[in-house]
């Protein structure tokens, strides 16, 4: 079976930063309106006029492809690749009206526009609607949402029957918005929207596990994420043929995971594992505190986590063996040896071409090296240091920063040289990846063994014992 694990993401680059002060004065209202069943309208009104208005997720230009004004006066123009809301006249504007339908193409490095459920409902994202000005001051905004007739509208893991008002709060700067008749059930750790053509199975496994895996972050890290999240599972086309797609994406007070093709509908061990790590990786998001602006940089630290601590919670839980687990290191170890083998910098100094996963699997066999040293001194290990992480987050409006991974590291005895060589690890050029793996399982007492390779395979493999 062909098993596909798609797109796994977190908060990633809004593209360019505030470089001059907030523009409090300017506010924008965003209409969005359910029309016609596949139809919405978004009616923006400024407080103040402008010429031109930059939309503030812009890694894709894709808005001009579907988005239709009601007045023949207003476009979206191209420029330097981004696009913009434009007078054709070049006239200043406070107020413009378009409409869209769903837009569910993949966009490179951001969130869907509209995540499909089986009964052709949509959840839509509002971030894709923020408007920043020229000289990229974020707008303060808010959303009134309008639903049809007898339709339901879900987010922040509630349902609401009339139209309402969603700002940003707290640490969620964006969402989804469902507009259907899904019912969501919640619990104390979160809000869940599940697609009714989820396989029974798959809902079954989901319903038991992600309350778990939440409150095991929870208690563990002593962590309540403020708003609670809300996770949205969705199912696409369940009717191709040999295909079992899983992929998901998350920013704090969100979770959403999506799945496609016939190969779900039959329950396997194999598939049950994949459904819950992307849940568990994309959920310990939620654990992380703020995501930075610089988030490539980061992700050795944040998705490198996100896989720590996801297999982590699955062998605490049950859900994989321990020989499962040690298995899943290894493939992290070889993977992060042939991706760094190729780029020598990318977990310190990734570009946006960088091959990230690397920062999956390398992040991932670091934070194991370190619980294991930091486990002599304190049982805790990782999940010690994990919440150190938060206390010196605060300090920094809740933003985790790198450096302290290493301070703490001081802070806990651990000795300088053990601290240099996971620096190094992250920072250095890797000129052979393979003997930087070696030092670290070295020092953390980690037992492996290197077996020749296999097929096409490149150099000797790493089987963690
Ligand atoms: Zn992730």
Redesign the pocket.
Known sequence: MKILVIL???TVLIGCQSTGNPVDEQFVTIVIKHTEPEVWTANYKLTKPVAKLFFSRDQNVFRHKFFKFANSDFMIKIENGKEIVIRKDGSKFEEFKFSFTPYTDFLKQDYEFSLPFSDSSYAIYTGHFSVRTEHHDKIKEQFHIVPLKKEKLVFDGKSFKEQQIWVPKGDMESTYIYFGNAAPTESAQLGLLMDPGIPKWLKNSADKALPKIFELFGDEFQYTPDPTPFVIASAGDMNKDKVSRIG???APGWVHFNISGKGWKKPSKDLEERFIYVIA??G??QFQGRANKDYLREGWL??GS??YFSQWAMYKLGQITLSRLKEKISKSANQCVSILEEDPYILGNPSKNSNYTAT?ACGRVLHEAIHMVIAKKDPKGMISLWKKLYEKAKSNNGYFIPKSYFEILKEMGIKGSYINAAHEFIYSKQGNPRESIKNLFDMSGLKYKLRSPKNKEKGQQFIVL
């Open positions: 796994l993401m977190f998901g994406g998350s990786h994309e310990m998001h944040m998705e996100a896989d999956y």
